[in-house]
């Protein structure tokens, strides 16, 4: 079974910074695209920033000059550092995955459970 694993949400001061990271676990034979996505509350859910395998990453316009996107291979992480973080990046950021199980030959979209970011001074 595959399962991603947030970490590092939590309350920041404007202008602060977090990092936020995501451990995939299980039985895993590739991951191909890994990313973030955010949803405040009364709108709908969208894309922070992807990261292919090989490393080429896209970002939403309004994050690209704040936010970073990274991964580590080696151990199955992809990271996001925030920084300038402003009051409307306040949202539940999920980490999403497309892997390759060794279960199945067949591509399966995962999220992570979650992590809550609250931008307040």
């Known amino acids: 079974q595959v399962q991603l694993v947030e970490s590092g949400g939590g309350l920041v001061q404007p202008g602060g910074s977090l990092r936020l990271s995501c451990t995939a676990s299980?039985?895993?034979?590739?991951?191909?695209?890994m990313g973030w996505y955010r949803k405040a509350p009364g709108k709908q859910r969208e894309l922070v920033a992807a990261?292919?395998?090989?490393?080429?990453?896209n970002y939403a316009d309004s994050m690209k000059d704040r936010f970073t996107i990274s991964r580590d291979n080696a151990i199955n992480t992809v990271y996001l550092q925030m920084n300038s973080l402003k009051p409307e990046d306040t949202a539940v950021y999920y980490c999403?995955?497309?892997?390759?199980?060794?279960?199945?030959?067949?591509?399966?979209?995962?999220w992570g459970q979650g992590s809550q970011v609250t931008v307040a001074s």
């Open positions: 999403n995955a497309e892997i390759l199980p060794r279960t199945v030959w067949h591509l399966n979209n995962y």
């Open positions: 299980g039985s895993i034979r590739s991951i191909n695209t």
């Open positions: 990261i292919a395998s090989g490393g080429s990453a």
